[in-house]
RNA sequence: GCGAGGGUCGCCAAGCCAGGUUAACGGCGCAGGGCUUAGGACCCUGUCUCAAGGAGUUCAUGGGUUCGAAUCCCAUCUCUCGCACCA
């Protein structure tokens, strides 16, 4: 097979490049493209060969089939790989040396980040030729090229001058050492931290204010005392021009904040502790206890208690109470929720009977109670405007009122402090203060979206509800970068575009890439895409020749816009809605998208594919252990596009089976001659899978379709050689049939159609040939109908054979008698099954028969619910059951092995005899 | 927690939107038989339980609507994906 493959693709080389045609119509379908930062796995494989499959159908329905590929290297990964392997990274190095195979002496070179992602995309290329993917190589490139760097400046310059970038502040993840934002692939540790939004809540204690940092502001109308730890050394320092008490932790990441920090002095926990502050609402004194709990290192370092609903500020002051302190602090409930007392707080302590403040079960009690009332409690009357009001919303409302009027500020601290970056030291929150925006949040812009995504086809429709919510759902996007690989801002140039931002509109740069490089690319001004893209401009007048220039629009006017995207569903909420924004923003109405397919996940035995965790199967080790044509078919067959699908290697050997199968039937058939009466039935079922499995792959039922044309063609085989004539093994009505099977076969195992087109005498390529079209003057239901009455009534005296005892040597068929036919017609033309009593009663004939005929009726309405509709009609019209089994009565012996003999029922003495329906008769074996 | 989509007879997986084609397509696996020196391949049959072609219990669980529900409604359990600066 692999000799074939070899020989094969050599044919195709270039045959899948493709040019504006004059007279055939495009389909232009493409996929995201893929980040090479290692090797093709399995899961990989099936999100190209969709397309490709989908690709191959289009182009023998006679369609001008585009199907480019490109590589996304823009982005920050492959910088933190190619230090780790600089660095020796034991786990990178096994990773890329052992699973990947990346050989010694080209690991050595993969300190450089661009080796890396140009030999992955290489192997790419080649992985992606052995697996027949028809693409257009010469349109292929990476993102960091000049030219393409050009595409994405006069992108941006457009989406910047519709005021669409702008300028913001954004916290992230920050490394003072490296002195640069820090990924989830920088860190060492902590990667599943997230940064949590403090409120800081200012009490006025002397000059001073003591900021309370709170994730529930709401519960300040419970508040009965603040903590603060005796064995911490505070700082008085001046904060924006405030004096405020805060830990010298809180000091030093309030400066990575935007704010600014003066320290004046030092102030001990001890010295505090037992003073008062006041209120920041009601201005009562609030007393100032020790806590143990406190922890310098989050937030402000000084927290408020609410012991009715926070375990910790209750066990806090509970420790204290049995010591004889404080016994006048009561809890003040404020949030009822259900399955609580009113101090919930209480009951989750003393239920879990929790003997102190440092148990290490509180931080998880903590959460339990905390999301409990955070989904489900509402505030009471001691919350002045607020009762009533859910914990939700109450929270809301009260951090606006605190920020706007109360001059608190949003402190974000890191969920855990021990987030590491890759440079060993630990990473903070930090502000960035000119960061850009895409602003996705502009109502006009998302209102565009939603219009145009009513006219986005959709594949499975069910995700449009998705589409609709993430449009609702996107904010501003930060789409800027300091450090990776990419395209500068043009106007901000110490910035990079971001990898998702950079990647919104290439399906167009596609259409011209092939040709884009012979230009220089320093000509490539926003101008010169202009006119590419827009249409603007005058093409004399740039710095471009102008025939070049009219070529690359009419290339790109010829495919775009492009009919389908397909993608896997992971970024459904992310790129494949951001790329609908930035064409809305760029292309005109006619430009827009029209189509996406969106695909379920891959799964490698049961277990989710991740090459971290090494659960990967290599596509290329999968093409050489099972063949091309037997890896595509396995993903095609196993599961629709959009649903996940399970790589097994035990189920694939059985789909190498029936490749062979396909094989070995097609080249039997080849010398197959004369003619059977049976033939008739078999070209007719053709033209039904013919027509299903067009119909499901105009729809992307792919899976669907390869039933249709493998099996289902299978099974009518099976049956049409059962029904031929002793002595024969086929007729010439399989040469038709072979014909089109290669070819409804060809887009999921071209490798083999193509192999099979050309030993069945066909000339040139399959690829290229026309798809197979259903002819209706061949359909001919009457001998289906037929063929089905033999099928159901073989069945059913091979299974009487199998329960009957006795020896049997005879059969006869007794045929239901002319009157019953006439029952069965009134049954299937009645509207409701129900009245069909009457309604034969009305019949003077019938009504003659007496209870025979009410019975009939009654088994009638049975029957005909368990035949296909189509069927009913068919039968309902009559069918000359008696001449139908006595010419098949031969085939009807050979198969049971005994005598048939064929009878009307009416005329048989059997009382058997009477059971006959309609395409049912009556069996006794003897 | 929020948003989206699922849970079907050993496994994969149709059907569900438009209730009666449904004991529930198809494939895989398994079992029996045929063909064969043998194995493979191929063909036939079976594969929830009983059974002269029929009957009984089934489609995550519990309710409901209906002459009739895997399909519609409600509740519960459970799995997958996304939840943002990241490819």
Redesign the pocket.
Known sequence: MSEVEQEIRSAWTLAFASNPSDDKEKFYINVAFP?P?GAMHVGHGRTYIVPDVVARFWRMQGKQVLFPMAF?V????VLGIAKRIAKMDEMTMKLYGGLYRVPQETLASFTDPIVIVNYFADEYERVMKQLGLSIDWRRRFTTIIPHYSKFIEWQYSHIYSQGKVQKGE?P?RYCPVCDQ??????LLEGDSAEVMHFVFVKYPFGGYFIPAATLRPETIFGVTNLWANPEVIYLEAEVDGEKWIISREAADKLRMQKHTVAEIGTISGTEFVGKAAQHPITGVDVPILPASFVDADVGSGLVMSVPAHAPFDYIALRDLQQQGKYTDIVPIPLVIVPNFSTIPAQDIVEKNRIPHQDDPRMDELTQELY?AE??KGKLNDNCGVHAGKSVRQAREDVTKEFVETRGSIIFHDMSEKRVVCRCGSRAYVRILDDQWFLN?ADPEWKMQIHEQLQRVELFPP??R??FE?TVD???????T?RV?LGTHVPWDPKWLF???SDSTVYMSYYTIAHKITTIAAEKLTPAVFDYIFLGIGDANALPVDATTLKELRSEFLYWYPYDFRFSA???L???LTFQLFHHKAIFPDGLQPKGMVVFG?ALLN?M?MSSSKGNVFLLEDAVNEFGADTVRMFLV????PW????WRN??VL?VR??IE?VW?MVLDAADAIGAAPIDAWLISRLQHRIEAATKALRTFQI?QAL?ESY?GI??DL??Y??RLPEGLNGTAALHAVTSAWIRLMAPIIPYTAEKLWSETGHEGLVSFASWPAADPALVSEAVEVSEELLRR?L??I???L???QFG?KKCTLFVAPEWKYKVFGITAAAE???SVVPMVMADAALRAKGKEATDAAVQMVRLI?????EQVVLIAAGVDELSIFSAAKEFLEKESGLTVEIAAADAGAHP?GR?ALPF???????
């Not at 759902?473 to 789409?479: A, K, Q, V």
């Not at 649903?643 to 399970?646: A, E, G, M, W």
């Not at 049912?920 to 003897?926: L, Q, S, T, W, Y």
């Open positions: 980040y930062s996304h823009t982005g920050a990964p954004y992230v934002p820090v990924g989830d692939h920088d999301t955070f989904s996705y069910e995700v509800v998705e919510r759902w996107l904010r501003e996007w930060p789409c970068r990776g971001e990898p998702l569903k992971d970024l909420s992310n790129h996940m049961g989710k067959g196993s599961a629709e649903q996940d699908f399970d035990e189920l059985s089976k029936q199968r070995q899976r039933q099996n299978v099974s099976a049956w050689r059962r009534t069945e059913d091979l299974s009487i199998k329960l009957v049997a409701d099954k129900r619910h368990s035949l296909p509709p058997k059971m049912k008769p009556a069996i006794v074996v003897e």
